[in-house]
């Protein structure tokens, strides 16, 4: 079918950054057919949607979360990093099921879809749970098996990732990628397999790399290196690499970085709230490495909204450069959409013809909306999750009017709650 949407104003975020008011978009079989102002002589759709009032935008691309852990939403909040993950977190990981992952990881997909995610890089366990929530709910997901190996430990563990990956290789919204958690629980050699597994497989990485300042305090005392200079050692920087935080990245790890094929996503809310930092957006984006935006799981950073996400990286980078005019809402919305994408190498982001059909529709009736002086700031600075009218992924409607049509929120939410309960009284 050929469907057209029309609605008061569309951010294309293509390279000319084109606004058009009114605008339509038009697509069919996933793939996005035409973008402009709205033309009533145009050739005859299937189905057309009008929303009056609304700004239509690329769907945004969660670029680090573990999405399952919506389980542990206020676990031990305001605990310190290694603390809040060593006491609290991994010990009840440690007594999920592949049934607890698969309902939380649809809590997860019930809230990113209702806030205007159309796609989500995962890494955590059961991932074949997580690929049927991801399937269920008709999001993207580049999905990772998390990874933690010592010396020779956990070699088993990545000939189920890659199993996973040969599996899922041709699914159309799933793209599997290798996930060595970090440097502080996988060994260089253990990293170098998984380099030598990723290329094997052609396959990319999803990696916590200069996270914390303990983190690069403690990789210095044992290696004398960085944690990119680890990665970059072990062969992880020669495949596709997903760098998830990156707040502690330095000058001195830039000649490592040259012709990254990936890039770094930044979790603000979550690096603020655990103590980690700010991302240095300035001197990665001046090297020209690609940067895009994650919320981390919920654990950490409560909220999967990516709004939220938005409006902190802004304020975050404008109080550590004491200059809020280099940090735009238009850099902000750049990388909740085609930042994101150009780290996971994909062609989303960007509304324009033959790119996949990924949007979302806001609605700009609201007091906190008013007046419309400028749609971009209005998105980032204003706009919550809750604005979300419709959102769209591979063409499939996943919401509309504010409703699922894929899920059902209140079997989710039952199942959820019952289960964290659960964990949480053993």
């Known amino acids: 079918m050929l469907y057209r949407l029309e609605t008061d104003t569309v951010l294309t975020m293509d390279n000319a950054w084109h606004i058009f008011r009114p605008g339509q978009i038009t ?7 035409s973008v402009g102002p709205i033309n009533h002589d145009a050739a005859r759709v299937d189905q057309v949607i009008k929303i009056p009032g609304g700004i239509l935008l690329p769907g945004f691309y969660n670029g680090h979360n573990h999405a399952a852990m919506t ?107 290798l996930g060595p958690h970090a440097p502080y629980t996988c060994s260089p050699d253990y990293l170098a397999r998984v380099a030598d597994k990723a290329k094997a497989h052609h396959l990319g990485v999803h990696i916590h790399l200069a996270e914390s300042q303990a983190e690069m305090d403690d990789l210095r005392e044992k290696f004398g290196l960085t944690p990119i200079q680890i990665a970059a050692q072990a062969g992880l920087l020669q495949v596709p690499v997903l760098i998830a935080h990156g707040v502690h990245i330095t000058e001195e790890d830039l000649p490592y970085l040259e012709n990254l094929r990936g890039g770094v996503v930044s ?65 902000a919305l750049t990388m ?37 002086l400028d749609s971009v700031a209005n998105i980032v600075y204003a706009a ?8 769209v992924v591979n063409g499939k409607i996943l919401l509309a009017e504010g409703l699922l049509t894929t899920l059902n929120e209140a079997d989710i939410r039952q199942q959820a709650q019952a289960r964290a309960e659960a964990l949480m009284a053993e």
């Open 71 to 177: 389980l542990f939403r206020g676990l031990a909040d305001d605990s310190p990093f290694f603390e809040w993950l060593q006491k609290h977190i991994w010990p009840r990981e440690a007594k999920l099921t592949a049934e607890d992952i698969y309902w939380g990881t649809l809590l997860a997909a019930v809230e990113m879809i209702k806030s205007g995610t159309v796609g989500f890089a995962d890494m955590y366990f059961e991932m074949d749970a997580v690929a049927k929530a991801t399937q269920d709910s008709g999001l993207r997901g580049w999905l990772s098996r998390g990874l933690v190996g010592q010396e020779d430990g956990g070699l088993d563990k990545l000939s189920e990732a890659t199993e996973f990956a040969d599996r899922f290789h041709q699914d159309p919204l799933i793209t599997p990628m």
């Open 267 to 331: 979790c603000p809310i979550s690096n603020a709230k655990l103590g980690n930092g700010i991302l240095p957006y300035a001197m990665l984006t001046q090297a020209e490495i690609a940067v895009g935006l994650g919320t981390d799981g919920a654990a950490s950073t409560n909220s999967l909204d990516m709004f939220q996400e938005m409006k902190a990286m802004a304020w975050m980078q404008k109080v550590q450069d004491g200059h809020p005019e280099r940090f735009r809402a238009q850099n």
């Open 384 to 391: 919550t999750g809750a604005d979300v009218l419709y959102t």
């Open 27 to 33: 697509w069919q079989d996933g793939r996005i057919v």
């Open 336 to 372: 909740a959409t085609r930042g994101t994408a150009a780290v996971l190498g994909f062609p989303g982001g960007i509304l324009e013809s033959g790119r996949p059909a990924d949007f979302i529709v806001v609605d700009s009736q609201k007091a906190h909306m008013t007046p419309d």
